[in-house]
């Protein structure tokens, strides 16, 4: 019933920016934790950055270390909608970028503990 879908993505030289943007619909309550993940092939997925709201008031957000002081990850509730803006994009950047909704508050980094999830969209940065 919950379905989600990435758009945003793109090829991009090193140094450029990208943001990405994941709708959710279905039944789905707006302030719940979402994150985004990314997968390059022949690698794991990882965490990138999430989302969430603790004790149902305050908003906070994670990010993966490789990726703090470029990426900014936002959200629009009453759209059901999270962001990532991507700045000084580098070749190991370049991944499938997933999103992923309805995860843990207290586990954002762990994609198992996300119920849904995208399809993806593919970002690329060029050396």
């Known amino acids: 019933q919950v379905q989600l879908v990435e758009s945003g993505g793109g090829l991009v030289q090193a140094g450029g920016s990208l943001r990405l943007s994941c709708a959710a619909s279905?039944?789905?309550?707006?302030?719940?934790?979402m994150g985004w993940f990314r997968q390059a092939p022949g690698k794991e997925r990882e965490f990138v950055a999430a989302t969430s709201w603790s004790g149902g008031s305050t908003y906070y957000a994670d990010y993966a270390d490789s990726v703090k002081g470029r990426f900014t990850i936002s959200r629009d509730d009453a759209k059901k909608t999270v962001y990532l803006q991507m700045n000084s994009l580098k070749p190991e950047d370049t991944a499938v970028y997933y999103c992923?909704?309805?995860?843990?508050?207290?586990?954002?980094?762990?994609?198992?503990?996300?119920?849904?999830w995208g399809q993806g969209t593919q970002v690329t940065v060029s050396s």
């Open positions: 279905g039944r789905i309550f707006s302030r719940i934790a």
């Open positions: 992923a909704a309805d995860g843990s508050p207290k586990a954002l980094a762990l994609a198992s503990r996300y119920e849904y």
